[in-house]
């Protein structure tokens, strides 16, 4: 029962200062990262993510002891929530661990030195384009921005006869 659990282990706290060091060395490294890569999820969250079902996966299968696997889940967690509230609190801390906007067209041309920071290109900015809009070019386009969750948003240059718009503006709100 006491292998079972860990008990014996409980003091190794090479585990748990493992546990967090590679959790940041994490956060670090998927910044770097191409941030396409997590969909609607922060970096933060995919790290985590990833971080907590290795170990969890670890410990079902019983490769390190339960109650210590359980005790570092909890540090991340904590250390999770932690940096969250930080970003929450701090502009300069958020830009860092979740990152920045990042305009990759702007007055309807693309921004060569942002694709090529971001390692997009314009097959895929077209793509999303026509995944969220239906369109196959940029000419409608003023600005677009690759968001900080890998998400492209797009906004269109105003059109002198857009009956559409007239129309919404009148709606009650």
Do not use: W
């Not at 830009?95 to 990042?102: N, P």
């Not at 999303?128 to 900080?148: K, S």
């Amino acid at each position: 029962m006491e292998k079972f659990f860990g008990l014996g282990e409980i003091g190794d706290y090479g585990l748990y200062i493992r546990g967090l060091i590679i959790t940041l060395y994490a956060i670090i490294l998927f910044r770097v990262n191409l941030s396409r890569l997590y969909g609607n999820h922060s970096p933060l969250d995919f790290i985590i993510y990833i971080i907590l079902g290795a170990i969890l996966g670890e410990a079902i299968v019983n490769n390190i002891p339960l109650l210590p696997s359980m005790i570092v889940c909890m540090l991340i967690v904590l250390v999770y929530r932690f940096l969250a509230y930080l970003t929450y609190k701090s502009h300069g801390i958020g830009k860092y661990i979740k990152g920045e906007k990042v305009i990759i067209i702007k007055n309807g041309r693309y921004v060569r030195k942002s694709l090529q920071c971001c390692r997009i290109t314009s097959n895929d900015i077209l793509q999303a384009l026509r995944l969220q809009h239906g369109i196959n070019t940029i000419e409608p386009i003023y600005e677009a921005i690759l968001e900080r969750g890998g998400q492209i948003s797009f906004m269109f240059k105003k059109q002198k006869n857009h009956k559409k718009s007239a129309k919404l503006d009148s709606l009650p709100q």
